[in-house]
């Protein structure tokens, strides 16, 4: 799987957008891209994927760019439940486990 | 998404004795994996988990240490064995439904071997 680069931690103020942005430059034409978070003492929990289209689901935005060598996450209105590390992971389609990087650390301060 | 079951959520062991973690999901799934996150660690893959034949163990992970097996398509355990302190981690069922669907995690077993 092609690695990703990910900020180490972000803060981001209660009820503002928060962006979330992951380098992948070496992603491969069949990798999708994937977001979890994981909040303190909890597994990690499935956030957005997407291939190369922009997605958005109840939780959350993914904005990939058109070469596909990055993306972000956006959180619309970030609250303090959001504080969390989010990882960004590309993932070959079919059956391979997904590998984590370091993630981001989101602080959401009120 | 798959409601992942893990036992026992937390525990506290002797060193040199083992413990079996189990991991049971609502429906059946194709991929199972079991994971270890290290105190303020990343999560690292231990195995995949294959139902009816034997574990796929990454890179520093071994059977004898991590035997794990896989009866049917909702039921998985993993053994930590001759625990010592460097094993105290959390330990994480996966499972996975196939290509292009997501993962979805247990929220893990809290180890700490004394």
């Known amino acids: 799987d092609a690695k990703t680069t990910q900020p180490t931690s972000m803060d981001c103020a209660e009820g503002r957008a928060a962006n979330l942005p992951c380098n992948h430059s070496t992603i491969s034409g069949n990798e999708y891209v994937y977001w979890y978070r994981q909040i303190h003492s909890q597994g990690p929990q499935y956030i957005i994927h997407g291939l190369k289209n922009n997605e958005t689901n109840e939780m959350a935005s993914l904005i990939i760019t058109e070469d596909r060598k990055s993306s972000t996450l956006i959180l619309p209105h970030a609250t303090l439940r959001d504080t969390a590390v989010y990882y960004c992971?590309?993932?070959?389609?079919?059956?391979?486990?997904?590998?984590f990087g370091k993630g981001t650390r989101l602080s959401v301060i009120a | 998404s798959a409601v992942i079951s893990q036992k026992p959520s937390r525990d506290i062991c002797q060193r040199g004795t083992s413990l079996t973690i189990q991991c049971q999901v609502d429906?059946?799934?194709?991929?199972m994996f079991w994971y270890r996150q290290q105190p303020g660690q990343s999560l690292t893959l231990i195995a995949t988990a294959n139902q009816g034949s034997e574990a796929t163990y990454e890179s520093g992970f071994v059977i004898d240490k991590f035997p794990i097996s896989r009866p049917n398509l909702t039921f998985s355990t993993l053994t930590v064995s001759n625990m010592s302190p460097e094993d105290s981690s959390i330990y994480l069922c996966?499972?996975?439904?196939?290509?292009?669907?997501?993962?979805?995690f247990g929220d893990g077993t809290r180890l700490s071997i004394l």
């Open positions: 992971i590309v993932r070959a389609s079919g059956n391979t486990p997904l590998v």
């Open positions: 996966s499972v996975g439904a196939g290509a292009r669907q997501p993962q979805h």
């Open positions: 429906s059946q799934v194709t991929m």
